[in-house]
C-alpha cells in the first residue's frame, strides 16, 4: 500500500479555529496566570530580537569557507524562550495555587 | 498495457516511501558530516550545542518529523506535524530575512527564495483536504493556480543555483560534500511535498489548480478510449443482449408450458408483445401515480 493511502486511513483532521477558542475562554485566569501569559509573549519576542541583532558568524568549520556570514542567533533566541518559558511558567503555576486556595476558603465558607 | 499494470509501474522517484527514506538519509547525513567537522576544530561543549542550535535545528526538526511520520502516532497526528512544519519554516522565512537584511550574502539570498518557496507550497498542500483549508479560504489564494510541478521546478533550480554558487565559493571538499547533500535535501523535499499534492489531486481533495486537473482528466479520457476502441464495448454489448434473449426465451417457454398445462389457449409470445405490455404496464403506473 502506498506510504500517503495508510496516513489517508489513519489521520486525525485538524480542530476548528473557533472550538480552539471556544475551549480556551471557558478559562477565566487571574491576574498572576495572565501575568505568566503575558511574559511568555514578551520573551518571544525579545528573543527573536535579540537573535538578530547578536548575530552569529557561521563558522567555517560548517561550509570549510573562510567567509564569515552573519546570521540569526538560533541558540541566543532558544535561550531567552526558554528563560521566558520557566519564569511564564512560574507566575502561571502560582497564579493556579492561588486560585486553588481561593475554591478551598470558598468552599469552607459555605 | 492494463490500467492497473500502469498504475504500479512508478519510477523511484514518484514512490512516497523511497524519497522520504532519502531525505531522511539525507538530514542524518548533514547532521553528522557537519558535527563531524564541528568536532575537529577546538570547540568546547557546549559551543558544539549552540553550532546544532544555529546552523542544524532547521534539519534536525525535520528529520524528527520524518521518523515521527513512519510510526502510528505520526500517522494519526500528520495534519498536526504538517502545520506544525508549515510554521516552523514561516519562521526561518522570516529569520532568513532578518538574516539578508543584516548582512546580504547571495547565498543567504538564494536560501532566503528556496525557503519562501517551500513554505508557499506546503502551506498550499499541506492544508488541503484539512477543515483549515476553508476555514481560511486558500481556494482563493493566487498561489493556488500555480502548478505543484511549478513549485518542485522552481526549488530544483534554485538549489542547483545554490549548490554552483557554493562550489565557486567553497575552498575545502569538506564544504563541497556538505552543500551537496544540502541541495539534494531541498530537491527531494520540494519532491516529497509534491508527491503529496499528487496523491491528493488523484483523491479529489480540494483542488483548484487547473494544470492538474487537466493532467488527470487527459489520463482519463487516454484510458477510456483506449477501451473503447470498438471491440471491447461491442462485445459487452453483444453478451448482454444475448443475455436478455435468452432470459426472454426461457419465459417464453415457462409461460407456454403453464398455458399447456391447464388447458388454456396457447399464447405466443413475441419479444416485441413483452415489450409493449411492459411499457403499457409502466404508462399505466405513471398515469397512475400523477393522478395521486
Redesign the interface.
Known amino acids: 500500500m502506498?506510504?500517503?493511502?495508510?496516513?489517508?486511513k489513519?489521520?486525525?483532521?485538524?480542530?476548528?479555529?473557533k472550538s480552539l477558542t471556544n475551549e480556551v475562554q471557558k478559562y477565566d485566569l487571574n491576574i498572576y496566570q495572565k501575568f505568566g501569559v503575558l511574559i511568555l509573549f514578551i520573551a518571544i519576542v525579545v528573543g527573536?530580537i535579540l537573535?538578530?541583532s547578536y548575530?552569529?558568524c557561521?563558522?567555517s568549520?560548517?561550509?570549510?569557507?573562510?567567509?564569515c556570514?552573519?546570521?540569526?542567533?538560533?541558540?541566543l533566541m532558544?535561550e531567552v524562550w526558554f528563560a521566558g518559558i520557566m519564569v511564564g511558567f512560574l507566575f502561571f503555576g502560582m497564579g493556579h495555587i492561588v486560585y486553588l486556595l481561593n475554591d478551598i476558603s470558598n468552599k469552607l465558607k459555605k | 498495457m492494463n490500467l492497473e499494470e500502469k498504475k504500479e509501474v512508478r519510477s523511484w522517484y514518484d514512490k512516497?516511501?523511497f524519497v522520504?527514506n532519502i531525505v531522511t538519509l539525507l538530514l542524518f547525513g548533514i547532521l553528522v558530516y557537519?558535527q563531524s567537522?564541528?568536532s575537529?576544530?577546538n570547540l568546547t561543549g557546549w559551543e558544539l550545542?549552540?553550532?546544532i542550535?544555529?546552523?542544524n535545528?532547521l534539519y534536525v526538526i525535520i528529520l524528527l518529523y520524518f521518523i515521527i511520520?513512519r510510526f502510528?502516532f505520526g500517522?494519526?497526528?500528520?495534519?498536526?506535524c504538517n502545520?506544525f512544519l508549515i510554521l516552523l519554516y514561516f519562521f526561518v522565512t522570516m529569520?532568513?530575512l532578518?538574516?539578508i537584511i543584516?548582512?546580504f550574502?547571495l547565498?543567504?539570498f538564494l536560501v532566503l527564495l528556496i525557503n519562501i518557496t517551500l513554505f508557499i507550497q506546503m502551506s498550499h498542500t499541506f492544508l488541503r483536504g484539512?477543515?483549515?483549508w476553508k476555514?481560511f479560504k486558500m481556494e482563493r489564494s493566487p498561489f493556488n493556480e500555480i502548478k505543484a510541478s511549478s513549485y518542485f521546478a522552481i526549488v530544483f533550480i534554485l538549489s542547483a543555483l545554490y549548490l554552483v554558487i557554493?562550489l565557486i565559493?567553497?575552498?575545502?571538499?569538506?564544504?563541497?560534500v556538505?552543500?551537496l547533500f544540502i541541495s539534494l535535501y531541498y530537491i527531494f523535499f520540494s519532491r516529497y511535498i509534491y508527491?503529496?499534492s499528487v496523491?491528493l489531486d488523484s483523491?479529489d481533495k480540494d483542488k483548484d489548480n487547473s494544470g492538474n486537473f487537466d493532467e488527470v482528466k487527459d489520463r482519463i479520457v487516454n484510458s477510456v478510449n483506449e477501451s473503447i476502441n470498438g471491440e471491447k464495448i461491442d462485445n459487452f454489448v453483444d453478451n448482454t443482449r444475448d443475455k436478455i434473449d435468452n432470459v426472454i426465451d426461457d419465459v417464453t417457454e415457462k409461460i407456454e408450458g403453464m398455458g399447456k398445462d391447464s388447458g388454456h389457449k396457447e399464447v405466443s409470445l413475441d419479444k416485441s408483445e413483452i415489450k409493449a405490455v411492459k411499457k403499457k404496464k409502466k404508462k399505466n403506473k405513471d398515469n397512475n401515480g400523477g393522478e395521486e
Open positions: 502506498d506510504m500517503f493511502e495508510e496516513i489517508e489513519q489521520k486525525k483532521d485538524l480542530p476548528r479555529i527573536i537573535g538578530n548575530n552569529t557561521t563558522p568549520i560548517t561550509y570549510g569557507s573562510e567567509n556570514i552573519s546570521q540569526f542567533d538560533f541558540s532558544l | 512516497p516511501r522520504v557537519s567537522i564541528s575537529t576544530s550545542f549552540r553550532n542550535m544555529n546552523v535545528i511520520i502510528k500517522k494519526k497526528y500528520f495534519n498536526y502545520l529569520t532568513s532578518l538574516s543584516s548582512s550574502d547565498l543567504l484539512t477543515v483549515s476555514e557554493n565559493s567553497s575552498g575545502e571538499f569538506s564544504g563541497v556538505l552543500t508527491l503529496y496523491y483523491i
